[in-house]
Protein backbone atom coordinates (compact mmCIF):
# COMPACT_ATOMS: atom_id res chain seq x y z
CA UNK A 1 0.00 0.00 0.00
CA UNK A 2 2.95 2.53 0.49
CA UNK A 3 4.17 1.93 -3.07
CA UNK A 4 0.10 2.29 -4.10
CA UNK A 5 0.47 5.67 -2.28
CA UNK A 6 3.68 6.73 -3.59
CA UNK A 7 2.62 6.21 -7.54
CA UNK A 8 -0.84 7.36 -7.04
CA UNK A 9 -0.35 10.67 -5.48
CA UNK A 10 2.05 12.11 -8.19
CA UNK A 11 -0.63 10.40 -10.72
CA UNK A 12 -3.29 12.65 -9.27
CA UNK A 13 -1.13 15.68 -9.50
CA UNK A 14 -1.16 14.67 -13.44
CA UNK A 15 -4.65 13.85 -13.93
CA UNK A 16 -5.22 17.60 -12.99
CA UNK A 17 -2.75 19.18 -15.06
CA UNK A 18 -4.05 16.82 -18.03
CA UNK A 19 -8.01 18.04 -17.01
CA UNK A 20 -6.68 21.96 -17.17
CA UNK A 21 -4.71 21.40 -20.63
CA UNK A 22 -7.54 19.58 -21.85
CA UNK A 23 -10.40 22.27 -20.71
CA UNK A 24 -8.47 24.54 -21.92
CA UNK A 25 -7.24 23.80 -24.91
CA UNK A 26 -9.19 25.63 -28.01
CA UNK A 27 -10.03 23.99 -30.95
CA UNK A 28 -9.17 24.96 -34.16
CA UNK A 29 -13.05 26.22 -35.28
CA UNK A 30 -13.12 27.89 -32.35
CA UNK A 31 -10.05 29.80 -33.12
CA UNK A 32 -11.51 30.38 -36.45
CA UNK A 33 -15.01 31.34 -35.46
CA UNK A 34 -14.08 35.06 -35.40
CA UNK A 35 -12.16 35.57 -39.14
CA UNK A 36 -12.80 34.48 -42.11
CA UNK A 37 -10.19 34.24 -45.04
CA UNK A 38 -10.04 36.96 -47.72
CA UNK A 39 -7.08 36.00 -49.39
CA UNK A 40 -4.52 33.14 -48.16
CA UNK A 41 -3.18 34.29 -45.31
CA UNK A 42 -5.38 37.40 -44.83
CA UNK A 43 -8.51 37.17 -43.06
CA UNK A 44 -10.86 39.95 -42.00
CA UNK A 45 -12.80 39.99 -38.69
CA UNK A 46 -16.42 40.40 -38.20
CA UNK A 47 -17.15 44.44 -38.42
CA UNK A 48 -19.44 47.34 -38.30
CA UNK A 49 -21.79 49.50 -40.28
CA UNK A 50 -22.64 53.12 -39.72
CA UNK A 51 -24.61 55.55 -41.92
CA UNK A 52 -25.55 58.76 -41.15
CA UNK A 53 -29.24 58.89 -39.48
CA UNK A 54 -29.55 54.91 -39.27
CA UNK A 55 -28.85 52.62 -36.39
CA UNK A 56 -25.55 50.79 -36.58
CA UNK A 57 -25.64 47.54 -38.09
CA UNK A 58 -23.42 44.58 -37.31
CA UNK A 59 -21.61 42.20 -40.31
CA UNK A 60 -19.41 39.17 -39.16
CA UNK A 61 -16.52 38.11 -40.61
CA UNK A 62 -18.46 36.37 -43.73
CA UNK A 63 -20.43 39.02 -44.40
CA UNK A 64 -17.27 41.05 -44.34
CA UNK A 65 -15.32 39.71 -46.51
CA UNK A 66 -17.28 38.97 -49.05
CA UNK A 67 -18.45 42.69 -49.11
CA UNK A 68 -14.61 43.95 -49.81
CA UNK A 69 -14.36 40.35 -52.64
CA UNK A 70 -16.86 42.82 -54.35
CA UNK A 71 -14.50 45.19 -55.09
CA UNK A 72 -10.70 44.19 -53.63
CA UNK A 73 -9.80 42.69 -56.48
CA UNK A 74 -10.29 45.05 -58.98
CA UNK A 75 -9.47 48.09 -56.89
CA UNK A 76 -5.59 46.32 -56.78
CA UNK A 77 -5.02 44.86 -59.94
CA UNK A 78 -7.40 46.98 -62.28
CA UNK A 79 -8.05 50.23 -62.64
CA UNK A 80 -10.98 52.29 -61.15
CA UNK A 81 -12.07 55.47 -61.80
CA UNK A 82 -11.69 58.16 -59.43
CA UNK A 83 -14.55 60.22 -58.20
CA UNK A 84 -16.40 61.18 -55.47
CA UNK A 85 -19.82 60.03 -54.41
CA UNK A 86 -22.61 62.88 -55.74
CA UNK A 87 -24.27 65.63 -53.17
CA UNK A 88 -26.77 63.63 -51.49
CA UNK A 89 -25.72 60.50 -51.60
CA UNK A 90 -25.44 58.43 -48.39
CA UNK A 91 -21.68 58.03 -47.09
CA UNK A 92 -21.23 54.64 -44.81
CA UNK A 93 -18.54 53.42 -43.11
CA UNK A 94 -17.70 49.81 -43.07
CA UNK A 95 -15.13 48.95 -40.40
CA UNK A 96 -13.36 45.82 -39.66
CA UNK A 97 -9.77 44.88 -38.70
CA UNK A 98 -7.36 42.61 -40.87
CA UNK A 99 -4.93 39.46 -39.53
CA UNK A 100 -2.15 38.56 -41.89
CA UNK A 101 -0.51 35.40 -41.25
CA UNK A 102 2.00 35.53 -39.03
CA UNK A 103 1.25 38.54 -37.27
CA UNK A 104 -0.26 40.45 -34.56
CA UNK A 105 -4.19 41.75 -35.38
CA UNK A 106 -4.20 44.97 -36.95
CA UNK A 107 -6.01 48.45 -36.11
CA UNK A 108 -9.69 48.50 -36.78
CA UNK A 109 -10.05 49.94 -40.46
CA UNK A 110 -13.03 52.18 -42.09
CA UNK A 111 -14.15 51.12 -45.65
CA UNK A 112 -16.24 54.01 -47.03
CA UNK A 113 -19.39 52.83 -49.00
CA UNK A 114 -21.75 54.54 -51.06
CA UNK A 115 -24.72 53.98 -53.44
CA UNK A 116 -27.50 55.75 -55.63
CA UNK A 117 -28.72 52.63 -56.22
CA UNK A 118 -27.25 52.70 -59.77
CA UNK A 119 -23.69 52.83 -59.22
CA UNK A 120 -21.55 52.41 -56.55
CA UNK A 121 -18.72 53.62 -54.65
CA UNK A 122 -15.80 52.45 -52.41
CA UNK A 123 -12.96 53.95 -50.59
CA UNK A 124 -10.45 51.85 -48.96
CA UNK A 125 -8.12 54.31 -46.66
CA UNK A 126 -5.86 56.65 -47.33
CA UNK A 127 -7.07 56.70 -50.82
CA UNK A 128 -9.61 58.34 -52.38
CA UNK A 129 -13.22 57.66 -53.29
CA UNK A 130 -13.57 54.98 -56.47
CA UNK A 131 -16.47 53.57 -58.49
CA UNK A 132 -16.85 50.04 -57.78
CA UNK A 133 -16.82 47.71 -60.98
CA UNK A 134 -19.20 45.09 -60.26
CA UNK A 135 -22.26 47.30 -58.83
CA UNK A 136 -25.23 44.68 -58.31
CA UNK A 137 -22.53 42.39 -55.91
CA UNK A 138 -21.48 45.40 -54.20
CA UNK A 139 -25.09 46.46 -53.44
CA UNK A 140 -26.21 42.75 -52.39
CA UNK A 141 -22.70 42.78 -50.35
CA UNK A 142 -23.03 45.34 -48.27
CA UNK A 143 -26.62 44.38 -48.00
CA UNK A 144 -25.87 40.92 -45.72
CA UNK A 145 -26.56 39.05 -48.31
CA UNK A 146 -23.98 38.69 -50.73
CA UNK A 147 -21.89 35.30 -52.36
CA UNK A 148 -18.80 34.63 -50.76
CA UNK A 149 -16.12 33.22 -53.46
CA UNK A 150 -14.63 30.29 -50.98
CA UNK A 151 -10.85 30.59 -50.73
CA UNK A 152 -8.31 27.79 -50.17
CA UNK A 153 -8.41 25.87 -47.08
CA UNK A 154 -10.56 28.71 -45.62
CA UNK A 155 -11.82 28.66 -42.15
CA UNK A 156 -15.64 30.33 -42.38
CA UNK A 157 -18.41 30.65 -40.63
CA UNK A 158 -21.80 30.45 -42.27
CA UNK A 159 -24.67 33.21 -40.98
CA UNK A 160 -28.23 32.69 -41.81
CA UNK A 161 -28.04 35.53 -44.64
CA UNK A 162 -24.71 34.13 -46.21
CA UNK A 163 -24.51 31.30 -48.14
CA UNK A 164 -23.61 27.95 -47.08
CA UNK A 165 -19.80 26.88 -47.07
CA UNK A 166 -18.08 23.83 -45.98
CA UNK A 167 -15.55 23.95 -43.30
CA UNK A 168 -12.38 22.24 -43.79
CA UNK A 169 -12.07 18.80 -42.39
CA UNK A 170 -7.99 20.07 -40.82
CA UNK A 171 -10.43 21.72 -37.68
CA UNK A 172 -11.50 18.20 -35.89
CA UNK A 173 -8.33 16.58 -36.95
CA UNK A 174 -6.03 19.49 -35.37
CA UNK A 175 -8.28 19.25 -32.11
CA UNK A 176 -7.85 15.51 -31.92
CA UNK A 177 -4.00 15.79 -33.11
CA UNK A 178 -3.47 18.35 -29.83
CA UNK A 179 -5.21 16.05 -27.65
CA UNK A 180 -3.39 12.90 -28.64
CA UNK A 181 0.06 14.77 -27.75
CA UNK A 182 -1.42 15.82 -24.25
CA UNK A 183 -2.03 12.27 -23.64
CA UNK A 184 1.12 10.67 -24.96
CA UNK A 185 2.31 13.45 -22.40
CA UNK A 186 0.87 11.84 -19.70
CA UNK A 187 1.20 8.18 -20.16
CA UNK A 188 4.85 9.45 -20.41
CA UNK A 189 4.67 10.95 -17.29
CA UNK A 190 3.10 8.02 -15.65
CA UNK A 191 6.01 5.55 -16.99
CA UNK A 192 8.57 7.51 -15.56
CA UNK A 193 6.70 7.74 -11.93
CA UNK A 194 5.81 4.04 -11.52
CA UNK A 195 9.64 2.86 -12.63
CA UNK A 196 10.87 5.28 -10.37
CA UNK A 197 8.75 4.04 -7.36
CA UNK A 198 9.66 0.69 -8.29
CA UNK A 199 13.66 1.88 -8.32
CA UNK A 200 13.20 3.27 -5.14
CA UNK A 201 11.41 0.31 -3.66
CA UNK A 202 14.18 -2.31 -4.89
CA UNK A 203 16.81 -0.14 -3.45
CA UNK A 204 15.25 0.09 0.18
CA UNK A 205 15.10 -3.61 0.05
CA UNK A 206 18.80 -3.74 -1.08
CA UNK A 207 19.52 -1.77 1.51
CA UNK A 208 17.87 -3.82 4.50
CA UNK A 209 19.33 -6.74 2.75
CA UNK A 210 22.51 -5.47 3.01
CA UNK A 211 22.69 -4.29 6.62
CA UNK A 212 21.62 -7.82 7.89
CA UNK A 213 19.80 -8.29 11.10
CA UNK A 214 19.98 -6.13 14.01
CA UNK A 215 22.61 -7.16 16.42
CA UNK A 216 21.58 -9.06 19.98
CA UNK A 217 22.77 -7.12 23.04
Known amino acids: MHFLRRVLVPLHVVALVTAALLSGAPTASAAAADTTLLQPGWAVTA ?101 YVPVANAPTTTPASSPKTTAPATSDSSHGSSTTWIWIVVLAAVVVLALAAVIRSRRRRSATTTAGPPRQT
Open 47 to 147: ATVSCPGQPQRSMTSLQAATFLQSFIADAFFSHLKVQDPPAGVTRCTVTLASIFAGEPPQPASPVGYATNGTKVWVQIPPGKWSVAKQTQRAIDSFAGHGT
